[in-house]
């Protein structure tokens, strides 16, 4: 596989929506209809914010992100031109 746009334009948010679907941590986050409770469940605003914060870290983190943090890692000698494979 070949990269469509370039690492820092795909970001993690991207890449999890497409492989799993909804990134919402319980159901009922994204559908409210799924359960009866929602008008009064007491930790569905919990469930909800916690998964904002995980939609905004992956939104906010590249592919570019993860790259540089390990070629930090690599001894000089051993960077050679990357292809990246998704």
Known sequence: YMLSKPPFQINLGE???T?????SIVECVKN???CDRTSFCIT???W???TN???DILNSTTLENIITGKLE???Q???KELIYHI
């Open 32 to 34: 409210t209809y799924i």
């Open 44 to 46: 569905r605003n919990i």
């Open 48 to 50: 909800e914010k916690i």
């Open 19 to 23: 492989l799993e679907g909804s990134l």
């Open 15 to 17: 890449i999890l929506q």
């Open 53 to 55: 914060k995980l939609i």
């Open 77 to 79: 000698e051993e960077e």
């Open 73 to 75: 890692n690599l001894k």
